[in-house]
């Protein structure tokens, strides 16, 4: 019985440190790192180097039948000065999967746009969104989005 105390509490501090680990990345901070992405991309404040910190190297996005990686969606985003004027994103619906270096979300988007010539475009959009551990920093390295509807008032 005595050789068996040691074991027991050399797997309970195992345990202990696996359940540490695992926590290093949790639903609510992956949600929080989505909103923040997002939170970059309005159109009044958007910085391409701003943006740059919350995402991999290495960072794709699927979105309108292209493939951007950050300086083409840069270009993208750019472009959509000349026409609009306000941007906002309502997220929800969050369903995160999470292991000990990853995260990946799928989730609802409703985005507003305001153009130039005041006209209000509402999206609807059904996307995913992937992330991992940079260090200890949680980075977005994929996001695939799709069009469910699209009106303009």
Excluded: C
């Excluded at 040691?6 to 359940?19: D, E, H, K, R, V």
């Amino acid at each position: 019985m005595k050789g068996l105390l040691p074991i027991i509490a050399t797997l309970s501090m195992l345990a202990l440190s696996a359940n540490a680990a695992e926590s290093r990345i949790t639903s609510e901070r992956a949600i929080e790192k989505l909103h923040e992405f997002f939170g970059l991309l309005d159109i009044r404040i958007y910085d391409k180097e701003n943006l740059s910190r919350v995402v991999t190297p290495d960072f794709r996005i699927f979105e309108v039948g292209n493939d951007f990686d950050l300086d083409s969606f840069d270009s993208f985003i750019n472009g959509a000065f000349e026409t609009i004027s306000e941007t906002k994103w309502e997220l929800s619906d969050f369903v995160v999967s999470l292991d000990e270096n990853s995260a990946h979300i799928s989730y609802f988007n409703n985005g507003f746009f305001r153009t130039t010539q005041n006209e209000l475009i509402r999206y609807h959009w059904i996307e995913s969104a992937y992330m991992i551990l940079d260090g200890e920093e949680l980075k977005l390295k994929f996001l695939q989005s799709d069009v469910v509807s699209e009106v303009t008032e």
